[in-house]
T-cell receptor, first 112, second 112 residues
Framework: GDSVTQMEGPVTLSEEAFLTINCTYTATGYPSLFWYVQYPGEGLQLLLKATKADDKGSNKGFEATYRKETTSFHLEKGSVQVSDSAVYFCALSDRAGNMLTFGGGTRLMVKP | DAGVIQSPRHEVTEMGQEVTLRCKPISGHDYLFWYRQTMMRGLELLIYFNNNVPIDDSGMPEDRFSAKMPNASFSTLKIQPSEPRDSAVYFC??????????FGDGTRLSIL
């Protein structure tokens, strides 16, 4: 079945540092890929998505590129802020585009 | 636009009691999902509906759990009888066709 693997956290960075959170997937066919963010006490919010190979999703300074050859969708940001502290989830959708398979989540802590 | 609305936000009850969690999806969305989030197991899909019809309930842990969607604007997740191991954050999400899932803020359930 489909699966998503992302790096375990917590990831602790200083403000303005470069962020990478690795995500790899296993799926049949051509899934869509997503990054969701969960701030404390809240539900998950869609951060960005990519629907086909070589697509780059971007939002709020975050970027991720759909790499079919390496089955990866790594999340990057050039300069993190304290307000980026949250849990980040990588996910893929099934062929029908309805069900999501989530990774285990990576907690990011950014210190001033 | 109003997002996905869940109630209550917090629920504390004693084991053996019936618990009912409620969800109002975003108007016009035809898919509704119930998830459970715990530290140990991460984010688990319990059940999802399409046009008010349950499509996949393979994630429902036991017969003590049941979910209904009597109309397009309301769904319930019921646990009867509740047990301490049911303590978790329960999320409802909705989506439209191939669009991304939108999550509510969750219900934090504590079973004593």
């Amino acid at each position: 079945g489909d699966s998503v693997t992302q790096m375990e956290g917590p990831v602790t960075l200083s403000e303005e540092a470069f962020l990478t959170i690795n995500c790899t997937y296993t799926a049949t066919g051509y899934p869509s890929l997503f990054w969701y963010v969960q701030y404390p006490g809240e539900g998950l919010q869609l951060l960005l998505k990519a629907t086909k190979a070589d697509d780059k999703g971007s939002n709020k300074g975050f970027e991720a590129t759909y790499r079919k050859e390496t089955t990866s969708f790594h999340l990057e940001k050039g300069s993190v802020q304290v307000s980026d502290s949250a849990v980040y989830f990588c996910a893929l959708s099934d062929r029908a585009g309805n069900m999501l398979t989530f990774g285990g989540g990576t907690r990011l802590m950014v210190k001033p | 636009d109003a997002g996905v609305i869940q109630s209550p936000r917090h629920e504390v009850t004693e084991m053996g009691q019936e618990v009912t969690l409620r969800c109002k999806p975003i108007s016009g969305h035809d898919y509704l999902f119930w998830y459970r989030q715990t530290m140990m197991r991460g984010l688990e899909l319990l059940i999802y509906f399409n046009n008010n019809v349950p499509i996949d309930d393979s994630g429902m842990p036991e017969d003590r759990f049941s979910a209904k969607m009597p109309n397009a604007s309301f769904s319930t997740l019921k646990i009867q009888p509740s047990e301490p191991r049911d303590s978790a954050v329960y999320f409802c999400a909705s989506s439209s066709g191939l669009g991304p899932q939108h999550f509510g803020d969750g219900t934090r359930l504590s079973i004593l």
